[in-house]
């Protein structure tokens, strides 16, 4: 019997010879492309490797550097902090750097060298005088501003240190402050100083000036446009080289029609000679006038010029009263600085 299906009729023998193999020259193809393939993304893949370990290897680099940049930027901010000359004594534009012995930092001149991760590293620091314009504003010249230094720190790094980053930035003296604080004169005068803290004692008063207050206070005996006025003791900040004084205040009241005015002088010797100076100039005064409330308002003394009395050790103040009424009245005084 025939094999059939469904009308289709089977054939009793397959004849091979009409079969074709189309798929073998194919994979043969796609076989050796992806091998082709394979290599160039191993390739590949080892060159994005490489620059990816290049890459990281940079940036680890720089992030080591920015942190020692600024490990060492702090350490000098904390060391003006405390003591405002071992900044400003160092010879300026020249390479110092922060070492540490029994836990004590100083500044030593030279360079800081040593090697983290395999990578060499150099670190030093420079040290500026910075220069203000007749606004007060920092410019390339002009008057020296004894309590603003501008500081730069180094780090050379890499084969032969051929990497460098810096950075920059600027010391103000105005922390750590201290006062100079006077609230009685009943003592009487005759205390020329140098001594630390006023007391209740100062060095001369004109007549008119009536210190003998219950309050400690001073006013005007007799009231009159005439000034009257007195000069405290020598005092002595103790800072050898200079201290940075930063603002007057004082308390009190100003009465009616009254004056409250006010000179400072200033010395790196105890003998002085004392120069008695205004915000400007020897004529002038830092003045307070009735009726305004200005006495709670403190004052900066200048950082430039003459009647700047920054980098100095030792300070007096003379204070003078007038009035067209009342007498005015002073309870405080006090002077702001830091060493």
């Known amino acids: 019997m025939k094999n059939s299906y469904i009308g289709y009729k089977i054939p009793d023998r397959i004849d091979s010879r009409n079969i074709r193999y189309k798929f073998s020259g194919q994979s043969l193809l796609e076989i050796l492309l992806a091998s082709a393939l394979g290599v160039i993304l191993i390739g590949s893949s080892i060159n994005l490797i490489g620059t990816s370990l290049r890459f990281f290897n940079s940036a680890k680099q720089n992030l080591q550097a920015n942190s020692l940049i600024r ?70 010249s002009g008057l020296e501003d004894p309590s603003t230094q501008k500081i730069t720190v180094f780090l050379d790094y890499g084969n032969n240190y051929g990497i460098s980053s810096n950075l920059s930035f600027y010391l103000t003296r105005s922390s750590n402050n201290q006062v100079l604080n006077q609230t009685d004169w009943s003592g009487g005068p005759n205390q020329t100083g140098p001594i630390p803290y006023p007391g209740n004692k100062f060095d001369s008063a004109d007549s008119n000036i009536n210190y003998a207050s219950t309050t400690g206070s001073i006013y005007m005996t007799t009231p009159t446009s005439t000034r009257a006025c007195l000069t405290s003791s020598i005092l002595d900040t103790g800072v050898t ?6 603002s007057l ?72 009263l007038s009035t067209s009424g009342t007498t005015p009245q002073v309870n405080d005084i006090i002077i702001n600085w830091s060493p």
């Open 241 to 246: 080289g200079g201290a940075g004084f930063n």
């Open 249 to 320: 205040l004082w308390q009190g009241s100003l009465g009616t029609g009254g004056v409250v005015q006010f000179q400072i002088a200033f010395s790196n010797s105890s003998s002085g000679p004392w120069t008695y100076y205004g915000p400007t100039s020897q004529v002038d005064y830092y003045t307070f006038v009735s009726p305004y409330p200005m006495n709670d308002d403190s004052v900066a003394f200048p950082t430039t010029g003459l009647a700047s009395p920054q980098n100095n050790r030792y300070l007096r103040y003379k204070v003078c």
């Open 71 to 140: 490990q060492e930027a702090e350490i000098i901010q904390s060391l003006a902090r405390d003591n405002w000359h071992s900044i400003y004594d160092l010879t300026k534009d020249s390479n110092y750097y922060a070492t540490s012995t029994n836990n004590i930092w100083s500044f030593a001149a030279g360079e800081e060298t040593s090697t983290i991760n395999n990578i060499p590293y150099k670190r030093y620091f420079k040290v500026y005088n910075v220069y203000r314009d007749s606004n007060g504003n920092i410019a390339t």
